[in-house]
C-alpha cells in the first residue's frame, strides 16, 4: 500500500537538513534576524562554519548569563496597576474650570535704558519688547521713575536712578517696542 522511498533513489528528491536550534541568546536573535532580514541568515551560515565567530558567540552568550545572573528577579506585581489612592479613600474634584485659574505669572525681564540730559528735559529710552501701549505703567517718585510692564509672555519692572528731581506728569510715547518719557526736570 505506502510505496516508501528510500533517500537518494531519486535524483529529484532533496534531502533537507533539519534546522538546529541556536544554542544561546546571541545565535536565536542573528537567526531571528536572519528570517526578517533577507540575505542576512545566508551570511550568519557563512559565519557560523568560522571558528572565530563560535568562540565570539560563546563569549557574548556567556556575557548575557552572567548579566541575567545579576539582575534581581522581576517583581510579582509588574504589569499590574496599583492604585496610590488608598482604599475607602473619598476624593474631592475642585469645580473651577480654567478660565478661573490665575494664569501662571511670565518670568521678570530686565529692560534696557538709557537717560538722556536735554537741558531743561530727562529723556529716558527704554526698550519694552513683546507688550502693548496700554500694558505699560510709569511711575515718577521724585530723582527716580518706576517702569512697569505685563503682557501674557513678557513681564518687565526697572527702577531708572535719574541724575536730578522732575516734575510729575511725564510725556509717553511707545513706537516699535521702544518707550520714550520725557520728563521735565524741577528749578534748582
Known amino acids: 500500500m505506502g510505496q516508501e522511498k528510500k533517500k537518494g533513489s531519486d535524483k529529484h528528491d532533496l534531502e533537507v537538513e533539519p534546522e538546529s536550534q541556536p544554542e544561546g541568546m546571541v545565535e536565536g536573535a542573528l537567526h531571528g534576524l536572519g528570517k526578517i532580514i533577507p540575505g542576512f541568515g545566508e551570511v550568519v551560515k557563512g559565519l557560523e562554519k568560522s571558528e572565530a565567530f563560535q568562540e565570539r558567540l560563546e563569549a557574548a552568550n556567556a556575557e ?18 496599583r492604585s496610590i489612592i488608598p482604599a475607602r479613600t473619598t476624593l474631592k474634584v475642585s469645580q473651577t474650570s480654567l478660565k478661573e485659574e490665575s494664569p501662571v505669572p511670565a518670568p521678570q525681564k530686565d529692560v534696557i535704558t538709557d537717560t538722556f ?4 528735559r530727562l529723556v529716558v529710552i527704554a526698550e519694552l519688547p513683546g507688550v502693548d501701549e496700554k500694558d505699560i505703567e510709569v511711575e515718577v517718585k521724585g530723582d527716580r521713575i518706576v517702569l512697569f510692564a505685563r503682557s501674557r509672555s513678557h513681564q518687565y519692572h526697572k527702577v531708572v536712578d535719574l541724575p536730578c528731581t522732575v516734575k510729575d506728569g511725564p510725556s509717553l510715547t511707545y513706537k516699535n517696542s521702544i518707550l520714550r518719557v520725557s520728563l521735565e526736570k524741577e528749578p534748582k
Do not use: N
Open 64 to 81: 548575557i548569563e552572567r548579566r541575567m545572573e545579576k539582575a534581581r528577579p522581576p517583581r510579582k506585581g509588574w504589569g499590574t496597576r
Open 117 to 120: 540730559d536735554e537741558g531743561d
